[in-house]
C-alpha cells in the first residue's frame, strides 16, 4: 500500500522555502549522447559505433529514503477493522510532498555522476528513472555496474521494470530509436500511440464536461510536454499556454473556446495515423544552420506572413527580413483539406513558403 496526500490542499507544500531544485535531462537525452558521441568520431575520423539504451526504475523509490525526523511525519488514516484512526510513523519519504522529490533526487544524482566519472557510462536519471545510452559492443556491462552501485546504497532497481539494451526504447513517453545511427549518423523519437490517444481523451473528456481545473491541466499539460519534444521546431508549445495559464489560475474552470480550439488542434498532430516523427541528423554540421522565424497576421488591415532569417555564418550582417501576402492559389492547394482543423493556415503558409525560398 502507497500511502498519498494532497500536500498542497494541506498547505504542507507552502512551507517548503528552500531555494533548491531540481533540473531533469529531457527524454532527449539519450539523442544528446548520440550527437557528442558522433562528434568527437568526426574529430577522430572513425566510424560511428553501434548504440543502443538500457533502462531502469529504482523500486519503492520513495520508501527507501528515510527521513530525518520520523516524528515530525505522522501518517493517518482510517483502520475499516477496527473502526477507529490509527496514527503512525512514516519512516520513508512522503508521496505527494513537493520536499521529497528534492530530497530523494539528491541521490540517483549522486551515483549517475560517480557512475559517469568511475565506470564510463553516458547514464542519467529523470526521478527514479534512469536512462544508460551505451556502445553496443559493450553489451550490458554498463547497467550492470550501474545497477550494483544503486543496490549497494540500498536503493536497488526493479527486477520487473527492467528494460535490456535495445536500439529501439519507449522512455519517458517517446520511442527513441538508434537503427541507423552507425550507417548513416541519424536517430528518430516519435511519441507512443497509446499516450497520444490518452491525452486526446482527457481532452475530449475536460470538454465534454465543460470542466478544466488546475490539477487536470497540469497532468495534461505534463503529458503533453514529452509528446511535444518530437515535434520539429517546438511546434505546439504555443498552443498549450491556455494549459499553462490554467494551471496558475483556477477562478474559472470552463472549458472556453480557447481550450476547444486547442483540443482540436492537438487532436489532429498527434493523431494515430499521422503521428510526428522527428528525425535528427548527428554530429558537426558542414556549416552553421540558418535560423527562420515566421509568424502570420490575422489583422483585419493587414493578413499576411512575416518572415525573419538568420545566417549564422554572418552573425551581425547576415539578416534578413521580409513580409508578403499567401498566395491564394497556395492557401486553396495546400491548406483546403486543413480548414476545418483552424490550424492557422496562414502561419503553416510561412513556414512552406520560407522553405521554398531557402
Keep these: 500500500m502507497r500511502a498519498i496526500n494532497d500536500f498542497k490542499r494541506s498547505s504542507i507544500n507552502a512551507c517548503w522555502n528552500a531555494a533548491e531544485t531540481i533540473s531533469p535531462p529531457t527524454a532527449l537525452f539519450p539523442i544528446q549522447v548520440l550527437h557528442e558521441t558522433a562528434i568527437v568520431c568526426q574529430e577522430l575520423e572513425i566510424e560511428l559505433p553501434d548504440m543502443h539504451m538500457a533502462l531502469d526504475d529504482v523500486a519503492h523509490a520513495y520508501k527507501r529514503c528515510p527521513v530525518m525526523q520520523q516524528e515530525f511525519c505522522i501518517l493517518c488514516y482510517w483502520n475499516h477493522t477496527k473502526q477507529q484512526v490509527v496514527f503512525c510513523e512514516q519512516w520513508g519519504l512522503p508521496f505527494g510532498a513537493m520536499a521529497s522529490v528534492t530530497g530523494f533526487c539528491r541521490l540517483p544524482h549522486l551515483l549517475t555522476r560517480f557512475a559517469r566519472a568511475f565506470f564510463a557510462t553516458c547514464c542519467d536519471h529523470y526521478i527514479d528513472d534512469a536512462l544508460q545510452p551505451d556502445f553496443a559492443d559493450t553489451g550490458d556491462s554498463g547497467q550492470i555496474a550501474l545497477g550494483t552501485l544503486f543496490e549497494r546504497v540500498g536503493i536497488p532497481f526493479s527486477e520487473k521494470k527492467r528494460q535490456h539494451p535495445e536500439t529501439v526504447q519507449e522512455e519517458l513517453g517517446l520511442v527513441c530509436e538508434r537503427t541507423h545511427f552507425h550507417t548513416a549518423g541519424t536517430a528518430c523519437v516519435t511519441p507512443r500511440e497509446e499516450r497520444c490517444a490518452g491525452i486526446i481523451a482527457m481532452l475530449e473528456k475536460c470538454a465534454s464536461d465543460d470542466k478544466l481545473t488546475p490539477s487536470k491541466a497540469k497532468e495534461i499539460f505534463g503529458k503533453l510536454s514529452f509528446c511535444l519534444q518530437s515535434l520539429f521546431g517546438r511546434v505546439g508549445r504555443a498552443s498549450a499556454l491556455p494549459f499553462v495559464q490554467r494551471c496558475h489560475d483556477g477562478r474559472d474552470v470552463h472549458f472556453g473556446e480557447d481550450l476547444k480550439q486547442i483540443t482540436t488542434f492537438f487532436k489532429t498532430i498527434l493523431h494515430r495515423d499521422y503521428l510526428p516523427k522527428r528525425i535528427y541528423l548527428l554530429g558537426q554540421a558542414e556549416r552553421p544552420p540558418v535560423i527562420l522565424?515566421?509568424?502570420?497576421?490575422?489583422?483585419?488591415?493587414?493578413?499576411?506572413?512575416?518572415?525573419?532569417?538568420?545566417?549564422?555564418?554572418?552573425?551581425?550582417?547576415?539578416?534578413?527580413?521580409?513580409?508578403?501576402?499567401?498566395?491564394?492559389?497556395?492557401?486553396?492547394?495546400?491548406?483546403?483539406?486543413?480548414?476545418k482543423y483552424h490550424l492557422l493556415p496562414r502561419a503553416l503558409g510561412g513556414t512552406v513558403r520560407t522553405t521554398d525560398h531557402a
Excluded: K, N
Aim: glycine share 6%.
Design 293 to 339: 522565424y515566421t509568424d502570420a497576421s490575422e489583422c483585419p488591415d493587414y493578413r499576411g506572413l512575416g518572415i525573419v532569417m538568420h545566417d549564422m555564418d554572418h552573425p551581425s550582417l547576415g539578416r534578413f527580413y521580409a513580409a508578403d501576402m499567401l498566395p491564394a492559389v497556395a492557401f486553396q492547394a495546400l491548406f483546403r483539406s486543413w480548414e
